[in-house]
């Protein structure tokens, strides 16, 4: 695929597919900006090269409804600030008045359109739809690495009609981030994977199979691992359906060589409450109808030993239900030792990223991926819709 420095942006009508999918409260007000942030290097660079700029994002799941909360008017002047220039803003995305703004727009202007999915065809990735957000620009840039691997109008079916295409600085960079930690990493090569369920995650564990040194499981997906092993669960969440199939992942990792670590202690509670009894137990010692809900100190202790050494580690899911304080102390003590460690370290967006923050470590990171969804794509081995339009453009 072509990178935004391989084509022509001088004077051009650059049509930009960011990810403003941000945090606001009720009020509106933004609580993290970064994803803004992010694609300041690109649009400044298309500044420098008297483009003219046409930003367009999706906030939120409003379903093809306009929907006020998920306006991303606030947008528009969190990045007017960060740029202390003005910044146009269209109540739709799409239209007649639309298109006589962006055809009326200046070199070096910036017009934000209004959140895509207001229209349902942005989600059904309606050729109609995408050709008129097309027209607006002579190039296309993908920018928005949190969003190339849905298979919507503004990713895959714009390339089809933009006479350029073209990746963004940020696309690159997460790229590049992730094929470097997997395809040519310094070894040995850690992957913690955890999160809620196996089955989310069951082809990123095979893939991840023939790559890594060590794999650490963690989260409630351990409990399934557990059972498979022979472990009585009891009121855990476990995925009966996958049990088997998580047994023939500890068998593939010994065939392959692959150190694999479950846990070996848990901090159960009889309720997710943080006003519940909770202890922390062995294996063989879990209480009837107490669920797991984070790893144990021991465990924590035996994963921060098997990562001291590693020179590349790749994360995605927390080691427990990190949102309650009383289940982060595993997440917390995984983070440390990511932290403390060596390694070249890349953070799979989404709640292993908010984990890293709330632990207070992610200025330690390596490389934070700014899309949880996309990054756990790659971990499966694909090649993500986004990019494959930009390489047919």
């Not at 557990?226 to 359906?241: A, I």
């Not at 995605?316 to 289940?327: A, K, L």
């Not at 030792?337 to 990171?365: E, Q």
Request: with cysteine; hydrophobic share 45%; charged share 25%.
């Amino acid at each position: 695929m072509k990178s935004v420095k391989d084509v022509d942006v001088s004077n051009k009508k650059v049509l930009v597919r960011v990810d403003y999918n941000i945090p606001m409260d009720e009020n509106q007000n933004i609580t993290d900006d970064n994803r803004i942030r992010a694609t300041l290097p690109l649009i400044e660079y298309l500044k420098n090269q008297n483009a003219s700029i046409i930003l367009i994002s999706h906030m939120g799941r409003p379903k093809g409804e306009k929907i006020a909360k998920l306006s991303l008017a606030p947008v528009a002047a969190r990045l007017s600030e960060l740029l202390n220039q003005k910044i146009g803003f269209m109540d739709d995305c799409v239209g007649k008045k639309v298109e006589a703004r962006a055809g009326q727009l200046k070199n070096c202007e910036i017009l934000l359109l209004e959140n895509l999915r207001f229209h349902k065809q942005e989600k059904s990735n309606d050729p109609v739809f995408a050709k008129k957000l097309a027209d607006l620009c002579d190039v296309y840039i993908n920018d928005a690495f949190a969003v190339s691997h849905r298979d919507q109008a503004s990713v895959t079916g714009i390339p089809a009609f933009a006479p350029v295409a073209a990746a963004g600085f940020l696309l690159e960079k997460e790229l590049n981030s992730y094929y470097d930690s997997i395809e040519n990493p310094k070894r040995p090569l850690v992957a913690i994977i955890g999160g809620a369920k196996v089955s989310g995650k069951l082809e990123a564990l095979q893939n991840m199979l023939k790559f890594v040194d060590k794999l650490i499981i963690g989260g409630a997906m351990a409990n399934t691992f557990l059972k498979s092993q022979g472990v009585d669960t009891k009121g855990s969440l476990v995925e009966n359906d996958l049990v088997k199939t998580a047994a023939d992942i500890v068998k593939q990792a010994k065939k392959s060589g692959v150190e694999l670590f479950l846990p070996i202690d848990l901090v159960v509670a009889e309720k997710f409450d943080k006003y519940a009894i909770i202890k922390e137990v062995e294996l063989d010692d879990i209480p009837d109808n107490f669920l797991a809900l984070d790893i144990g100190s021991k465990t924590s202790r035996l994963y921060a030993e098997a990562l001291a050494d590693a020179s590349t580690i790749v994360w995605n899911g927390p080691m427990g239900v990190f949102e309650m304080d009383n289940f982060i102390a595993g997440t917390k003590k995984v983070a440390q030792a990511v932290a403390k460690s060596r390694a070249f370290s890349i953070v799979g967006g989404g709640d292993t990223g908010l984990a890293v923050k709330k632990c207070n470590v992610d200025n330690k990171i390596s490389y934070i991926s700014t899309g949880g969804g996309a990054f756990l794509y790659l971990m499966e081995g694909k090649q993500l819709p986004g990019v494959k339009a930009l390489q047919k453009n």
